[in-house]
């Protein structure tokens, strides 16, 4: 007979083809994913996986199997989402998170979905979008809070908030002038790494506009970035609300500019199918936090 937990473990060995990510997603060995589906193969009587092929590959017989184990995947999650199963049963959620979220309303994403749902544990990573993808479609992470929109395939993206990209500086830094394309080669921009949109889009317009290239100094700290601009280094480029000193009576300040770059746009990336469902909920909280925070900072401003 097949088991369920072997249909599950073959299933994302072929979804996610590899072993040794599946191991990962589902908490186990790689010899414990490798035993399974050899149990597998010996009741079948043929071999499900190709695993001389890199990665590895399904048989015509393993896509048989992959299918009648997705569909059975499936209507076991209904049934445990009709019994609110998912609501009790113990769960890690691997969330990957970018730092703008984390110095706005990730606190208060965490403290709903804990209310909401008890029984989960967040493994978070904090990194810059294009990783997290990645990460999303190697298995690393079950669900992204990332920059967007993207198409990652096998995943689905629900739309979070804007933020405003602002510049702050030192007082005094620029003499109580405007930052404009003129002087803004004077100092280095402080901002996000060379594979992010602010950076890549800041560079292409003051080359335009200017016909030099920028001095920008890039990191993905945006506490690195808020120490070098008050310690005078240069000019923060970051998303509104993500500073610390931004709602203090600090030293930076926000520079008035007609420089203007589009805002940040924020999703979450989930995947469709299997295991998606508790995950279209946590995307739900997000989806509302976000709300919140943009509602609340509109009134303080």
């Known amino acids: 007979m097949f088991s369920l937990r072997s249909l599950e473990i073959f299933y994302w060995a072929a979804h996610l083809h590899s072993f040794s990510r599946a191991a990962e997603k589902l908490n186990t060995t790689q010899p414990g994913v490798s035993q399974r589906i050899s149990a597998l193969e010996n009741l079948v009587g043929e071999p499900l996986i190709n695993r001389s092929s890199k990665p590895i590959a399904l048989t015509s017989v393993g896509r048989v199997l992959y299918g009648h184990a997705e569909v059975v995947l499936r209507q076991v999650s209904a049934m445990e989402k009709d019994l609110a199963l ?97 002087n803004a080669s004077r100092f280095p921009i402080l901002t996000y790494p060379r594979n992010t949109y602010p950076y890549e889009h800041l560079r292409d317009m003051l080359l335009r506009k200017t016909g030099r290239p920028p001095r920008i100094f890039t990191n993905s700290s945006i506490s690195t970035i808020e120490k ?59 989806e509302t936090t976000a709300d919140r925070y943009a509602h609340a900072r509109r009134r303080s401003t």
Do not use: C
């Open 86 to 182: 998912h609501e009790k049963t113990q769960r890690r959620v691997r969330l990957g998170v970018s730092e703008t979220i984390v110095q706005t309303w990730l606190s208060a994403f965490l403290e709903q979905s804990s209310r909401e749902f008890s029984n989960i544990e967040f493994d978070i990573t904090v990194d810059v979008t294009p990783p997290m993808l990645r990460a999303l479609l190697e298995g690393e992470i079950d669900m992204a809070l990332a920059l967007g929109p993207s198409v990652v395939d096998g995943f689905t993206q629900r739309k979070l908030n804007d933020f405003p990209l602002h510049f702050y500086a030192r007082s005094g830094l620029l003499g109580g002038e405007a930052l404009t394309y003129a």
């Open 228 to 286: 070098m601009a008050l310690d005078g280094v240069g000019i923060a480029l970051v998303a509104e609300g993500s500073l610390q000193a931004d709602a203090q009576d600090h030293d930076l300040k926000q520079l008035s500019t007609d420089i203007v770059l589009p805002p940040l746009s924020f999703y979450a990336y989930y995947p469709l199918g299997v295991g998606g469902e508790i995950l279209g909920e946590l995307a739900q909280i997000a």
